[in-house]
């Protein structure tokens, strides 16, 4: 665990320049703005340990699949984000040496990440060759007002001597992912333009054919005047270069505004025309224009999703970042994209799609952004369905069963581990989930008839495929799977899986009776198309459903993660040696395997998704068992203990587990956030304040509250939005506070107990509440 950045509400703050640490600052560091973003790599030359990082959402090459021995269903590529022309080059050199804080004396560093406005500021000193001192500024930002532009003011002053100052400013197209299966390039030059300080270079993916127009234009001021360019180029590499003598104390500024423009997005045939139109447009509001409405987008942003924690500076700095980034991660503009686990921060995972939209993000982005925002998360898959279908036939499925992927950018699966690819098959349950959780939340209904339906459908399918009779067990049962908990593979009976799928069917079909009829027109459309023959089929999901098999120990009187688990040696967590951890660090793979440790929660994440399902003596057992053996070595397993401990009213490891998953990447919990941060992880951050310690639920169409305060704290309040309500909500140790800001009446539950929420402030002393 690292504990380097300073504590503070507003912003993350690094004090001084370790280089070992660089790389995990630069995913610290990180900004975007939903349709690009950027490492907080150096403007300037470094030749130290880096992970440069530029990405354009949506923009992906198919890596020709790596393993070594390939089985049949395998897919044929891994879907990447790939690493685009980097933008922000500013290559300074002086008196003929370049300036390099991986080869000079750093006297002081700064690096700060101001999450109120969404800048990026950086400054520090450092001494060259005979003991020259230069003092170096920057702030850097991708505009959250303009999703294509970002800018620069990188400002240089030398501190104690005079000498010949030369800088170039540059788009750089030469770059590659450093997880590239086959060490290949992935980006070909198709065009480029120079003109007075502007450059443009225009990059095709190949196999995709995405076309990208990267273009900056570069201004070089000293005293208020102008300095001359020079246009430069070489194969992939524009730029302008500016020299001047400098005298001491003078300082030389340079402001850079720079567009990512996205065929996606553009014609490709008018791409170039269109960006010298924007950046013509950039040029005339210039760099103060251009921040401050990006400061006033982001004012909007905190005002929908910020959470105050008064009386405990880590907890506030912690949820305050994961916000930041899940908003600068994914906006909701546009359905075509979705949320990778990394966002922008970095390459692994392929910065595609996974389960983790379902499962963590639908639940932030329900509360606090507009509606359509979730909409186009579950949209995004219903466009996908076909392709789940085709997944499912690669692997002998038939009859419309859909198996959506693990990984993917387009619909298809292109994950490459075999116990992942073929047998984390839940990941179909939470897809199916989303759209329960969606329509419970919002009162959408219409969602069923439009699109959730079709979708509902062919997951049934699959299931119905999928499980087999055992004459053993006289039951339904799902051989060779993986759980959530990825250490273990090709196991019997997971219990959370066995689970989904049994509600999967039972959903599908109360979805189905609902539709038929509440819109009988559009029941018909869909039967149509997906040829649905309701008597067989209901019948069929009825009797999975009512005879599924699930593991059980009458000992330990707890659901059985899966056939066997019993067998295995049980070691508790609290007995492991500090030193044998993280497992996936220490221990082989075939140990891990053969042990009763949990990545992450399996039984217990299926207790958050049907809790009301069980008795808080069941949920009790199962938490005390299951968390016991619990190594948390995966970003999302924290944030469902915290909401499954707070439920217990154990609000100390609620808290613990709060703090853990809110500071993952802060503290580096799990030595990996050089590769980028866990972007999906962070909405259970926000999960566990609002799910955990609010206890905020929706049911039967009505908001709930069971909250506490952890110790320490003096208040906490978030603001959500309820099916056309816009509420504040602050919790004291006494009281919950609700501001509407509807002229309607909202009726909310706490602790069970009805209250009518008025337009305007409505306290309610809730500790009486549970007298």
């Known amino acids: 665990m690292k504990n380097y950045i300073q504590a503070d509400e507003w912003n993350i703050i690094e004090e001084g320049f370790d280089p070992q640490l660089n790389k995990i600052s630069e995913s610290l560091f990180s900004i975007g703005n939903g349709r690009m973003g950027q490492r907080a790599n150096f403007e300037e030359h470094y030749s130290g340990e880096t992970l440069q990082g530029s990405y354009v959402a949506g923009v992906y090459y198919p890596d020709k699949t790596r393993v070594g021995w390939w089985k049949n269903g395998y897919p044929e590529y891994f879907a990447k ?30 690096r700060e990440l101001r ?14 060759d005979g003991g020259k001192i230069v003092e170096v500024s920057s702030t850097r930002f991708c505009s959250m007002a303009d999703d294509e532009a970002a800018a620069i003011c990188y400002r240089i002053r030398p501190v104690n001597f005079s000498g010949q100052l030369s800088i170039t400013s540059s788009i750089d197209g030469d770059v590659k992912n450093q997880d590239a299966n086959y060490d290949e390039k992935f980006w070909e030059a198709i065009n480029s333009k120079q003109d007075s300080g502007a450059d443009y270079l225009i990059l095709k993916t190949k196999k995709t054919a995405f076309e990208v127009c990267t273009a900056t234009f570069t201004t070089v001021e000293l005293d208020e005047q102008r300095l001359s360019l020079e246009a430069v180029s070489r194969e992939k590499f524009l730029g302008h270069t500016a020299a001047s003598e400098l005298k001491e104390g003078q300082e030389l500024r340079i402001t850079k505004l720079a567009i990512n423009l996205s065929s996606q997005n553009h014609e490709p045939a008018s791409l170039l025309d269109t960006a010298v139109a924007k950046i013509a447009d950039l040029k005339n509001k210039g760099f103060q224009a251009l921040k401050n409405a990006h400061i006033a987008a982001w004012a909007e942003k905190w005002e929908e999703s910020d959470i105050v924690i008064e009386g405990d500076v880590a907890a506030q700095q912690a949820i305050r970042f994961n916000i930041f980034q899940l908003n600068q991660t994914y906006s909701g503009k546009d359905a075509r994209l979705n949320i990778g686990p990394k966002g922008f921060t970095g390459e692994k995972y ?12 639908i639940p932030f982005y329900l509360s606090t952004a507009p509606q359509e925002v979730s909409r186009n998360l579950l949209i995004y898959r219903y466009k996908q369905l076909d392709k789940a279908i085709e997944n499912a036939a690669k692997l002998g499925f038939k009859d419309g069963a859909a198996l959506y992927p693990m990984v993917t950018m387009n619909g298809e699966e292109c994950h490459n581990e075999w ?21 419970r939340y919002t009162g959408d209904a219409a969602y069923l008839a439009d699109y959730g339906l079709e979708v509902l459908i062919g997951i049934a399918r699959f299931w119905k495929q999928r499980v087999n009779w055992s ?20 196991i019997n009976n997971n219990w959370y899986t066995n689970k989904l799928a049994a509600w999967c069917l ?26 649905f023959d309701e008597g067989t089929e209901f019948a069929d999901w009825t009797a999975i459903d009512q005879q599924m098999y699930y593991p059980y120990d009458e000992k330990e009187e707890v659901f059985l993660q899966q056939d066997g688990f019993m067998d295995k040696e049980q070691i508790l967590v609290k007995d492991l040696p500090a030193s044998e951890r993280p497992l996936n660090q220490k221990w082989s793979w075939d140990r891990i395997l053969r042990s009763c440790f949990i990545k992450q929660a399996d039984v217990l994440q299926g207790m958050y998704f049907f809790e009301d399902e069980f008795d808080q003596e069941t949920l009790r057992r199962n938490f005390s068992f299951y968390e016991s053996r619990t190594v948390h070595e995966s970003s999302l397993s924290p944030c469902v203990h915290s909401i499954l401990a707070a439920k217990l009213n154990d609000e100390e490891k609620a808290y613990e ?42 049911r039967n169409g009505q908001l709930k509250f069971n909250p506490f305060l952890p110790g320490g704290w003096k208040a906490f309040a978030f603001s959500i939005g309820f099916r056309g309500h816009a509420l504040k909500v602050k919790i004291t140790a006494e009281q919950i506070i609700i501001n509407s800001e509807a002229s309607e009446d909202l009726e909310v539950c706490i602790f069970n107990h009805p209250h009518q929420i008025s337009k305007g402030e409505t306290q309610i002393a809730y500790k009486t509440l549970l007298v």
């Open 471 to 490: 004459s053993d067990k006289q039951k339904f049962v799902m051989l060779g799977v993986t759980g959530p908990n990825e250490y273990e593979n090709n």
């Open 115 to 128: 999450m109120k406005e969404g800048l990026l500021l950086r400054s520090f000193r450092a001494e060259l």
């Open 657 to 698: 587990f709060y703090l853990r998953t809110a500071r993952l990447d802060l503290d580096d919990y799990n030595n990996d956030t050089e590769d980028g941060l866990h972007i999906t992880s962070m909405a259970g951050t926000w999960m566990s304040i609002v799910e955990g310690f609010a206890g905020m639920r929706v």
């Open 506 to 531: 039972r959903y599908a079909i109360e979805a189905a009776r609902q539709v038929a009829a509440e819109n009988p027109e559009a029941y018909h459309r869909v039967i149509t198309k997906t040829k």
């Open 419 to 439: 116990e992942i690819t073929f047998e984390e098959i839940h990941r179909n349950g939470a897809i199916a989930f989303a759209i329960f959780n969606y329509i």
């Open 350 to 361: 392929g910065g595609s799609t996974y389960w983790d939209t379902e499962a963590y993000c």
């Open 81 to 110: 984000v790939l690493n685009a022309a980097a933008w922000i080059g500013i290559d300074i050199s002086i008196d003929g040496r370049q300036l390099d804080l991986h080869c000079c004396k750093v006297l002081s560093f700064r």
